[in-house]
């Protein structure tokens, strides 16, 4: 790594063979459950839309042992989910608690259980999705020479690129094209040219990455100015939308 | 098919098996003799990878590009047996390359690096690494520079001499910024095939076109066109529908309407579609649907469903809402969602949840 960034300690194991990774952070989780239990008596963790692209087994089975449905009256509360399906798949991997089914999903409060949104922020808790990728490949152009679909950008002077394997198929939205950020190797890099279905390319300037150095586009808590709600701002859409849009392909890793 | 759970599905994609083989044998007619490789990277577009696969070979299809190397060894494992060629470009860097050359994958590479991991991981393993060697002709994503071409093709033919690779095809992509633009892009191709057999190199394959320069250009499309897009009626936009082309869409996204209600004096419905469906919330407001036949706008997304205008439109509870598909019945296309939302028709179909169902018509296989 020639990054300057602080690396978690669980970095080591997110560099293996998946091509892009979204970690998962269940202690986070449980963390921002019991705060907002504390806080509003009938909190209900939220597991729709398989709890928004973090594993709603996963989210449930970590609310569980955070105390999720123990006791009686208020803190015997169980769970959200939309529809019958989403029910029947936690019934299935053992859930018990009492299921509310309703079409009311995604609110402020569900966003705040995964450390996403305003409420989260006002209160000051963790975002529980970090998605991440590795650079492929990196090239040097010149002035003049563009870059991906349609030509949509052109280089004002050399410029190094690097190619990370994030594309509107794992939930970039094309609209981020020329538009977004992503972290890489101490900086904020911009997108160039147009979100691809599989990949994006990152603009360097002079700096030098290798291939494997991890690209973030969004989550980690040691970088709060690269939340889901920032990127998710600047795309025009909420951060709850922008980790359900987090696509299948991504490899979820749960770390407890 | 079948469906994995006994629950009503409120919100559907219908993918015609149908349309996409009629799809398959329209670009097959204009693109030869150039074999066609369709795409079914992203689970085919959204369309399900499986069913998509399967139609495709049903039709003879003998070359499917995957992307990826969970794509491709899902397929092999499905059964799709040598006799077609997968393809696959896109890996992580420690990517564990025998069990592609053990499932007999295509390898498409850019790099150096990627040929020194490749040949390892081929000692013992009984074949060759079949590699497809890619050129960067202006794109600048992946690909070999033309300043590295010659080292790299070197390379390559010499790890061929030990029997561990063989050298199978030469590739680019190309940008469709215009089509100036893309005649450089062809001209430079050429000329690095040139390179390539000065240095020995006899390629049995070249491929540069996707699905509008193959469609549009004899020049661009060697001897396989890879195409995704168009194969699942997906036009380029820009006053280009599919039907222009001759395409037609495959799929449809339906959804129920679970709830009338007012807001403002409007009439509005619910409908059981959402963001956690993979709809955009951006669709409120610049999108229409089709209910009963009229044309409501759908004034806005949430997580779990959206309301349309029914002001001019008699709609019940248990109601059918067209969002998009064959625009039959004064019904939208995919395309005109993507015009509306400014982006592309891909956009929309890769980005629906796997957790929508898919329901599959297919008269073909139930004759």
């Known amino acids: 790594m020639t990054s300057t960034v602080k690396i978690p300690a669980t970095t080591a194991s997110e560099r293996s063979s998946a091509l892009r990774t979204a970690r998962i952070d269940l202690a986070a989780i449980a963390a921002n459950f019991q705060l907002l239990r504390r806080q509003y008596d009938d909190f209900e963790v939220d597991l729709a839309a398989d709890a928004y692209g973090h594993g709603a087994v996963a989210v449930a089975e970590a609310a569980v042992a955070a105390g999720a449905g123990a006791g009686a009256g208020a803190g015997a509360r169980g769970f959200t989910v939309r529809d019958e399906r989403e029910a029947a798949a936690l019934r299935a991997a053992g859930i018990s608690l009492d299921l509310t089914v309703t079409e009311e999903i995604g609110s402020d409060a569900a966003a705040a259980t995964f450390g996403v949104g305003p409420l989260a922020r006002r209160l000051g808790l963790t975002p529980a999705m970090r998605v991440s990728a590795p650079v492929m490949s990196t090239k040097t152009i010149a002035a003049g020479e563009a870059v991906s679909y349609g030509y949509t950008w052109r280089a004002t002077r050399t410029s190094r690129l690097a190619l990370v394997p994030l594309g509107y198929a794992d939930g970039v939205l094309r609209a981020a094209s020329n538009v977004g950020e992503v972290w890489l190797a101490g900086a904020l890099r911009p997108i160039v040219g147009r979100v691809a279905m599989d990949v994006i390319v990152l603009e360097l300037g002079d700096t030098r990455v290798t291939v494997g150095d991890e690209a973030i586009l969004f989550g980690d808590r040691e970088l709060p100015e690269i939340s889901a709600d920032r990127w998710g701002a600047a795309l025009g859409v909420s951060a709850l939308e922008v980790t359900t849009g987090i696509g299948s392909r991504v490899t979820r890793r749960w770390v407890r | ?175 469709e910024a215009s089509d100036a633009e893309d005649t450089l892009a062809i001209e430079r191709f050429d000329r690095a095939l040139a390179l390539a057999q000065t240095l020995g190199a006899r390629f049995s394959l070249r491929h540069l076109a996707a699905s509008a320069a193959g469609f549009s250009r004899p020049d661009a499309r060697f001897d396989v066109v890879r195409v995704g897009a168009f194969t699942y009626g997906i036009a380029p936009g820009s006053g280009i529908g599919p039907m222009s082309l001759g395409l037609e869409p495959v799929l449809s996204l339906t959804a129920e309407v679970t709830a009338l209600t007012t807001a403002n004096g409007k009439s509005l419905a619910r409908l059981a579609v959402g963001y956690a469906d993979g709809l955009p919330s951006a669709a409120g407001g610049r999108c229409t649907v089709l209910v009963a036949g009229v044309q409501c706008v759908l004034v806005s997304v949430f997580a779990g469903y959206s309301l349309i205008d029914i002001t001019a439109v008699r709609v019940a509870v248990g109601d059918s809402a067209e969002l998009f598909g064959a625009g039959r019945g004064g019904g939208n296309t995919l395309q005109s969602w993507a015009d509306a939302l400014k982006t592309i028709g891909e956009e929309l179909v890769a980005h629906l949840n796997v957790r929508v169902s898919r329901r599959y018509l297919d008269e073909l296989s139930t004759q």
Do not use: C
Request: charged residues 20%; hydrophobic residues 50%; without cysteine.
């Open chain 2, 1 to 175: 098919m079948t469906s994995p759970a006994p629950v009503r599905a409120t919100v559907l994609a219908t993918v015609d098996l149908d349309a996409y083989r009629r799809n398959l044998a329209l670009i097959r007619d204009r693109i030869a003799p150039a074999e066609l490789m369709v795409m079914v990277k992203a689970n085919a577009y959204g369309h399900g990878l499986l069913p998509v696969a399967r139609a495709a070979v049903g039709a003879g299809i003998r070359f499917i590009g995957v992307l990826d190397a969970e794509s491709g060894l899902a397929l092999r494992e499905d059964g799709i047996g040598s006799d077609v060629r997968m393809f696959a470009w896109l890996f992580g860097p420690q990517e564990d390359y025998r069990r592609l050359i053990d499932a007999d994958i295509d390898l498409g590479i850019s790099h150096l690096h990627q040929l020194e991991r490749i040949a390892t991981a081929a000692v013992g393993a009984g074949r060759p690494a079949r590699l497809h060697l890619k050129i960067d002709t202006g794109l600048h994503r992946n690909g070999a520079s033309i300043d590295e071409w010659p080292v790299f093709v070197e390379r390559a033919l010499e790890l061929q001499a030990t029997g561990l690779v063989e050298v199978f095809a030469a590739w680019t992509h190309i940008a």
